[in-house]
T-cell receptor, first 113, second 113 residues
């Protein structure tokens, strides 16, 4: 069975700090990996995704993630966070096509000005 | 963002009521999904429709009944729910291709009394 584990449930950082959110997955086949973000009062929206090719993926708002197959990991990074990055971040895995996604529990990130 | 809309946004119902949640996508997608987001639990996939055919049903109780009359509309019919069914119900759609992204609606916040 597939599963996604996000290690940090609550993270508090100061502005300009560097961010890394951990995500490990368990999945039996070809894997597509996603990071979604939910800003306060808004929809879930895609930050970035990996399905093939370069394992270092760049997304919106300066975020990036690296797929490390040997570690079953897809950690999210940002070198310098801003107050506006305060949000809930979700890692997800799917098989592609019309497959549904399996989500982690999410990480609540708070950026202090 | 108006790609995926959901109505109503909030719903309060008694355990003996029958109600329906509606989802509409304006993105020309072929696949639609229902997810449940409960407090302290990951988003859980409930149903997947591809080209209006149900392709996945994740052991959801029969008191939840989906309907997909066409590729743009998805319903979730509710009857004799339990208080533990109170949650945020999210609809999503995708093109159904191997690397396609799922786009989420704002959700319906359901409270069962």
């Amino acid at each position: 069975a597939q599963s996604v584990s996000q290690h940090n449930h609550h993270v508090i950082l100061s502005e300009a700090a560097s961010l890394e959110l951990g995500c490990n997955y368990s999945y039996g086949g070809t894997v597509n990996l996603f990071w979604y973000v939910q800003y306060p009062g808004q929809h879930l929206q895609l930050l970035l995704k990996y399905f093939s090719g370069d394992p270092l993926v760049k997304g919106i708002k300066g975020f990036e993630a690296e797929f490390i197959k040997s570690k079953f990991s897809f950690n999210l990074r940002k070198p310098s966070v801003q107050w506006s990055d305060t949000a809930e971040y979700f890692c997800a895995v799917g098989g592609g096509g019309a497959d549904g996604l399996t989500f982690g529990k999410g990480t609540h990130l708070i950026i202090q000005p | 963002e108006t790609g995926v809309t959901q109505t109503p946004r909030h719903l309060v119902m008694g355990m003996t009521n029958k109600k329906s949640l509606k989802c509409e996508q304006h993105l020309g997608h072929n696949a639609m999904y229902w997810y449940k987001q409960s407090a302290k639990k990951p988003l859980e996939l409930m149903f997947v429709y591809s080209l209006e055919e149900r392709v996945e049903n994740n052991s959801v109780p029969s008191r939840f009944s989906p309907e997909c009359p066409n590729s743009s509309h998805l319903f979730l019919h509710l009857h004799t729910l339990q208080p533990e069914d109170s949650a945020l119900y999210l609809c999503a759609s995708s093109g159904g291709g191997i690397a396609d992204t799922q786009y989420f609606g704002p959700g319906t916040r359901l409270t069962v009394l």
